[in-house]
């Protein structure tokens, strides 16, 4: 049996559109920019976890520089 790509025709397959020169206005649809949103939000979250523990650590050494002091 032979297979030719006109056998499947790209049914199934996973398409990824890009943007290209002639469309840079492409923003994709509604799930891609719920995806970003939601990316930019965890990521600014993970960014404000992040200055916190920086900040109590830095508040924690501190005070036991101090009690060593």
């Not at 923003?27 to 990316?39: E, N, Q, Y």
């Amino acid at each position: 049996m032979s297979t030719s790509s006109t056998d499947n025709d790209g049914q199934g397959m996973i398409v990824n559109p890009k943007p290209t020169a002639d469309n840079q206005d492409w923003d994709g649809d509604d799930a891609d920019r719920a995806d970003r949103l939601r990316f930019e939000e965890e990521q600014a979250m993970i960014r404000e976890q992040s200055e916190a523990r920086a900040a109590k650590a830095a508040a924690e050494a501190k005070t036991a520089k101090k009690a060593t002091a």
